[in-house]
C-alpha cells in the first residue's frame, strides 16, 4: 500500500555495541512471506530485529529515509486493486495549464468483489509518492447489469499534470501499456 512511503529510524546509533562482522556496515534484513486471510496485505514484511543497531557501521547520527516502493495500482475500493487495465484518453489544454484523463473499464474486477467489500468509493491512483484520487466515476450497465466504468481525473495545474503523468509512466511500465499521440 502507499501509506508508507518512508521509514526512517530516528533513535542514535552511537551506543550499539560495535560487532566484527566481515561487512561492517552491511545489515542482513531477512525477506519474510506474508499472507493472512484476515489482511488484505499480500505482500513481503521486512523484519528487523534490533532497528538500533541495523546502522551500526556509520557514523552519522543523523536519520536516513528508506523509500518503500510500491506497484502502482488503482483503485475503486481503497485496498482493492483493480485488475482490469482501462483505456486511458488525455486531453490538454491549449495553453497546458490544465487537462483531463478519462479511464475506461470494460468489465472491471470490481464487479467481482464488491458485494463483498462493499461499494465504490472514488478513483484511486496510487504509487510510490501517494496517492491521487477523483470522485467522478460512473458505471454503466447493460440489460441491467453492470459492463464498464468511467472514471475522469482533472488537472488544473501544471503540477497536477506533472504529477498524474509520473503515475502514468510507472503505471504503463508495470502494466505493459504504450502511449499513442493522436
Known amino acids: ?10 533513535s542514535p546509533i552511537s551506543h550499539c555495541p560495535q560487532h566484527n562482522h566481515p561487512h561492517a556496515g552491511w545489515v542482513s534484513l531477512p525477506w519474510v512471506p506474508f499472507r493472512s486471510s484476515q489482511s488484505m496485505f499480500n505482500g513481503l514484511s521486512l523484519r528487523v530485529t534490533n532497528p538500533r543497531c541495523a546502522f551500526s ?5 543523523t536519520p536516513r529515509p528508506i523509500t518503500m516502493m510500491v506497484k502502482p495500482a ?51 491512483m496510487i504509487d510510490e509518492e501517494g496517492t491521487i484520487q477523483s470522485v467522478d466515476v460512473s458505471a454503466k450497465f447493460v440489460n441491467g447489469k453492470p459492463a464498464k466504468i468511467e472514471a475522469k481525473y482533472i488537472m488544473r495545474t501544471p503540477r497536477d499534470w506533472d504529477r498524474f503523468m509520473r503515475f502514468m509512466e510507472r503505471y504503463s511500465n508495470a502494466n505493459g501499456l504504450e502511449f499513442i499521440k493522436k
Not at 557501521?57 to 547520527?61: K, P, V
Open 1 to 10: 500500500m502507499a501509506a508508507m512511503n518512508t521509514l526512517s529510524f530516528s
Open 57 to 61: 557501521g556509520r557514523s552519522s547520527q
Open 74 to 124: 488503482i483503485q475503486f475500493i481503497l485496498g482493492t486493486d483493480e485488475q482490469t487495465i482501462p483505456d486511458v484518453r488525455l486531453t490538454k489544454s491549449r495553453d497546458g495549464t490544465n487537462g483531463t484523463a478519462t479511464f475506461s473499464f470494460e468489465q472491471p474486477s470490481v464487479f467481482d468483489s464488491s458485494s463483498e467489500l462493499g461499494d465504490i468509493t472514488g478513483f484511486y
